[in-house]
């Protein structure tokens, strides 16, 4: 196949024929673009949640803690679900999941925006949360699917589409929501909507293509590690995903208050860094894959974690200025390891896509809720500066790579 010709075939895809066969070695640009921009929608929807927290705290009076309890209630939620959700399509494709589970996503939103109590609004974090356990598994086996073999490429580009709708999410928040109140989370529904189309039209192409691009990637998968050395992947794994989410938490949904309490800072003004923030993330991301594709898994891990302990150190000890530079740094460097974790993953357990992309999502997802949480009790009792010289050692933690076993990568 010429250069020529795969371009016209990746252009062309989502209305070829179903009789045409993938072949093998084709990175699908529009269906991994697809897919990205479906994440983007999805994680905006999500990161809205946390960038309401202080609007949320004013009107129902609420704690830190409290605050942390609707943060764990959506988290956990999404992340005890993924993994059987994952398990279940290995098995049982279900490729109309992908639009179902953001029709969900849509009636948290309504829910949010008009609750009226404290266990409303921790009902609507729980719906919304169930959206996205039905999302991320079955989002992350169709960029793969499209992949052609570039696995990291197609899942950083996955989940840099995720990243940039966390970034974009609290700068709507700021736009649209701070300034009309609650009420006004309701326009995030056009988000919700526009997503189910693109998943709609996501699902024609895995029906019509999704298995064959399976069974050409699948003759040349590896044989993966050993019942033994995968227990001991796991565990390592654990810890990365610990320190990581756990400090990313610390920002996602208490950098605000932080901001504000340090350097006197307004709502509004603490989203705009938040976002700052969050675009370093969704750029270090969009990084992490091709570089693993280069060098391996392994080595990206080495970087994200070591290369950004340094800044996390400094990171509390900084005035404004340096402290948007220091998290723009941490965020650009940490969050290149997740694409790296997710694909080395896949290549550890080949053939449980669903399977391994339910935990690693579930495991982020639980892990940042209870992050979260307990952060949240933590700022009650110590105070939120306190919080941040503590997480500052989290990526310290990386250093357990040194026990990761080697795949192929």
């Known amino acids: 196949m010429t250069a020529k010709t795969a371009v016209l075939e990746t252009t062309d895809v989502l209305s070829a024929p179903a009789a045409a066969e993938p072949v093998r070695g084709t990175f699908y640009v529009r269906i991994v673009g697809a897919a990205a921009l479906a994440h983007l929608l999805n994680d905006l929807i999500q990161a809205m949640l946390p960038s309401i927290f202080p609007l949320l705290k004013t009107q ?66 729980a719906v919304v949360g169930v959206g996205s356990a039905t999302f991320h598994p079955e989002a992350s086996r169709v960029a793969r699917m499209a992949s052609g073999g570039r696995f990291g490429t197609a899942q950083s580009t996955f989940q840099v589409g995720g990243n940039t709708g966390s970034a974009i999410g609290p700068l709507l928040t700021a736009v649209i929501v701070i300034p009309y109140g609650q009420s006004a989370v309701a326009w995030f529904a056009v988000a919700a909507v526009f997503a189910i189309w693109v998943l709609f039209r996501l699902t024609g192409w895995t029906l019509t293509h999704g298995q064959a691009q399976l069974k050409s990637l699948s003759r040349g998968k590896g044989e993966g590690l050993r019942r033994g050395r995968i227990v001991q992947a796991i565990v390592v794994i654990c810890l990365l995903i610990f320190a990581k989410f756990v400090y990313i938490a610390s920002l996602t949904n208490y950098f605000t208050f932080y901001l504000i309490q340090r350097f006197g800072l307004s709502t509004q003004e603490s989203q705009m860094i938040l976002f700052a923030f969050l675009a370093a993330v969704a750029v270090g991301t969009f990084a992490g894959g091709p570089v693993g594709d280069r060098i391996g898994r392994r080595a990206v891990i080495w970087i994200s974690f070591l290369g950004v302990a340094p800044f996390a150190l400094a990171l509390p000890y900084a005035n404004l200025f340096w402290t948007v530079v220091l998290a723009s740094t941490v965020g650009l460097i940490m969050s290149s390891a997740f694409a790296a974790l997710v694909v080395y993953a896949q290549e550890a357990v080949p053939g449980r896509v669903g399977l391994v992309s339910g935990l690693m999502f579930g495991l982020m997802f639980g892990i940042g809720g209870i992050g979260a949480a307990g952060l949240g009790q933590l700022a009650d009792t110590y105070g939120i500066v306190w919080v941040y010289t503590l997480t500052s050692f989290l990526p310290l933690l990386g250093l357990v790579t040194v026990f990761l076993p080697k795949t192929g990568q």
């Open 60 to 125: 129902f009076s609420l704690s830190f803690s409290e605050i942390g309890m609707i943060a764990l209630t959506y988290q956990v939620t999404a992340s005890l679900l993924q993994p059987w959700i994952g398990l279940y399509t290995d098995r049982h494709p279900m490729p109309y999941l992908l639009p179902s589970g953001m029709g969900m996503t849509l009636l948290g939103i309504l829910l949010l925006a008009t609750a009226d109590s404290y266990a409303m609004l921790l009902v609507a974090s």
